[in-house]
């Protein structure tokens, strides 16, 4: 969703401006802008589109001089994606950029800006119109900044310059991310760290309703309601090459393959000197005091929950829900005398997720979060974190961070109660020496993309069990990045009216990796055949037949998604390439989805 970059210093702010908006690209956006400010005047320039149409306007930041700044990529939420609408967006005194949804808006305008003139259709011009009328009622800009945060109703992270302050900016930041980066000359805003890695590693948190005042040489943080706050910065553990491509065409299967070195680094991670794994023992001790476990998360990591679920109470025997976050926040079921909440996200931002966080926090109950970002709102906030350690996901499909969600699930699976014996180190180990024999047969999976899914209309994914769960990852990958319209059903329930849609070459991929349930799917297989549907089967090497397409070598059968599923990011891909989608930013997603 939207990304925001100011920086304030000694150096050009434009071009510093242009590369921390590259880093944001991979939130998703459909145009960018910026405001540079050289003295007393601001020059401010959007484009529709890609960043590239903005830099090449801007001669790569050359056009604009000034060391002040503040950009921004807009995901449109009020008002289509058109130059009007983009960021930043200004009065008289105040240019601004922002991410999220004021709710009030409208109730704003009506009582507030009744006779104002606005230029665009977005949310985001009635703060600059409520900052501008706050002073000139004579209310100075943090006093006007703490008046908007008692007004503003919603999410909001924003940059704000005022022209009539040309050695400062401002921060100010309620439920969507933001981050203050901290130099020796210089002080930047950015939606995560890693819009600002290659300026800085040292970073002030900003919690919600907070505001910061930024100058070249210091940062001072405040409550919204005007107290100074003192609050150390720490340090981000990313390495700036972590975010870069390499050789890879495309992130994503950059992100497919290093998935074998997450599985060992999660082993090394989580491992005692002894190499014994293990897990800090307040969480352990919390999720054994409690008697149901809710896994709350969206997309991606909500499939992962599905699976973890099975996981906690197979090997843990611990009751286990798996929810969708944007379902359970408004319509909560009734919850057992002392659960514990479980949030996965890869991001750590997902805005559904922290709806039900700040709830069930109320409530009173013990909450853990599963995430691949140290510091983010989610962990934060939680009781406690786990991280996922898979490196940042640029890829707005998600690949490793979904594996990496089960294994850690499985290891904490292991170390509430190891009812059934597994040794997951050795266990962990072999699944990454799968996915690594996997990932080298990337010719055989293009062409099979090629024979059964590029010219497809829609598709469907067939399995049982963990091989359904499997299943309903699957088709989101392929669905999100290649447009074709994917399924995924529980094998046994075709016959209960799926099957209707099967015509003469519709695509069904099946998934058989769980023993006790192997031959009902082969009949399912059969039931689709018979009806034209051209089947590609992927199947364990134990129960695989001589025409399946697809034979993935064995490993412990509660693990088999974090094998199964690769073949299948594989397919998303290729057939994505191959109908010459834009992979690693398909239309109209978002990587971090910070509103609900
Ligand atoms: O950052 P999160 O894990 O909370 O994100 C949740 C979903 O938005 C995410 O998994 C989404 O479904 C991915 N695009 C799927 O590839």
Same mark, same amino acid.
């Given at each position: ?161 005022? /022209? ?34 290659? /300026? ?44 870069? /491509? ?31 794994l293990?897990i800090?023992?307040?969480?352990i001790?919390?999720i054994r005091?409690?008697?149901?476990i809710?896994i ?11 699976v973890g679920k099975q996981l906690i109470e197979h090997i843990a025997n611990v009751p286990t ?21 479980i ?63 089960i294994a850690v699930l499985a290891l904490l699976a292991s170390q509430i109660k190891n009812t059934i014996n597994i040794n997951l180190n050795y266990e962990l ?37 963990l ?80 025409? !399946? ?7 412990h059968e509660m693990l088999t998604p974090l ?20 992979? !690693? ?12």
């Amino acid at each position: 969703m939207c990304g925001i970059v100011g920086y304030i210093g000694n150096e050009q702010a434009a071009p510093i401006l242009l590369e921390g908006l590259s880093k944001l690209e991979y939130r998703g956006y459909d145009s960018a802008g910026v405001a540079v400010c050289d003295g007393n005047s601001v020059a401010i320039e959007k484009a529709v589109g890609k960043l590239l149409n903005l830099s090449d306007k801007i001669s790569g930041g050359d056009a604009l001089k000034g060391t002040k700044g503040i950009g921004h990529t807009r995901w449109a939420t009020h008002g289509k994606p058109t130059k009007a609408n983009a960021h930043p967006h200004f009065s008289e005194r105040f240019i601004i950029v922002h991410n999220g949804i004021i709710e009030n808006e409208e109730a704003l305008r009506h009582h507030y800006l009744k006779d104002t003139e606005f230029l665009s259709d977005t949310d985001t011009e009635v703060i600059a119109h409520l900052l501008q009328k706050f002073t000139d009622s004579g209310e100075t800009t943090p006093v006007a900044i703490q008046h908007i945060i008692s007004e503003l109703e919603g999410s909001y992270a924003l940059a704000i310059i005022d /022209k009539n302050e040309p050695d400062l900016l401002y921060a100010v930041k309620n439920k969507s991310p933001l981050l203050i980066g901290h130099g020796d000359d210089f002080n930047m805003i950015g939606s995560d760290a890693m819009a600002m890695i290659s /300026k800085t590693s040292q970073f002030y948190e900003i919690n919600d309703k907070e505001y910061a005042i930024l100058s070249c040489k210091g940062v001072e943080i405040y409550t919204g309601y005007g107290q100074k706050i003192e609050r150390d910065t720490y340090k981000a553990e990313l390495d700036v090459s972590d975010t870069e /491509k390499g050789t890879y065409p495309h992130y994503m299967l950059k992100e497919i393959e290093e998935q074998p070195a997450v599985i060992r680094r999660i082993l090394k991670e989580y491992s005692k000197n002894t190499g014994e794994l293990e897990i800090d023992t307040k969480i352990i001790e919390d999720i054994r005091a409690c008697d149901k476990i809710y896994i709350v998360a969206c997309g991606t990591s909500y499939h992962a929950g599905i699976v973890g679920k099975q996981l906690i109470e197979h090997i843990a025997n611990v009751p286990t829900e798996a929810c969708i976050a944007s379902e359970f926040v408004y319509n909560m079921p009734l919850l057992s005398k002392k659960p514990m909440f479980i949030f996965i996200s890869q991001s750590g931002e997902t805005a559904d997720c922290r709806a039900v966080l700040v709830k069930v926090k109320e409530m009173g109950f013990k909450t853990l979060t599963i995430t691949n970002v140290n510091g983010s709102t989610l962990s934060r906030e939680a009781d406690h974190t786990l991280l996922l350690y898979a490196g940042p996901e640029i890829a707005v499909a998600s690949t490793k961070a979904y594996t990496a969600q089960i294994a850690v699930l499985a290891l904490l699976a292991s170390q509430i109660k190891n009812t059934i014996n597994i040794n997951l180190n050795y266990e962990l180990s072999k699944v990454s020496n799968v996915i690594e024999a996997l990932c080298t047969d990337r010719d055989k999976y293009s062409l099979l993309a090629r024979d059964y899914l590029t010219g497809a209309r829609n598709c469907f994914y067939i399995g049982r069990a963990l091989d359904y769960y499997v299943c309903l990852e699957a088709s989101l990958k392929l669905k999100e990045i290649s447009y074709i319209q994917t399924e995924g059903f529980a094998a046994g329930e075709l016959k209960h009216g799926t099957i209707a849609l099967i015509e003469n070459n519709t695509p069904v991929i099946s998934i058989i990796s769980q023993e006790n349930i192997n031959l009902n799917t082969r009949s399912n297989i059969k039931e689709v055949k018979s009806r034209g549907a051209h089947v590609l089967t992927i199947s364990t090497k134990s129960l695989s037949s001589q025409k !399946d397409n697809i034979i993935v070598n064995d490993v412990h059968e509660m693990l088999t998604p974090l094998v199964m599923v690769v073949p299948a990011q594989y397919l998303a891909y290729y057939a994505a390439l191959q109908k010459g989608c834009d992979i !690693d930013k398909p239309r109209n997603l978002a990587k971090s989805v910070t509103v609900e």
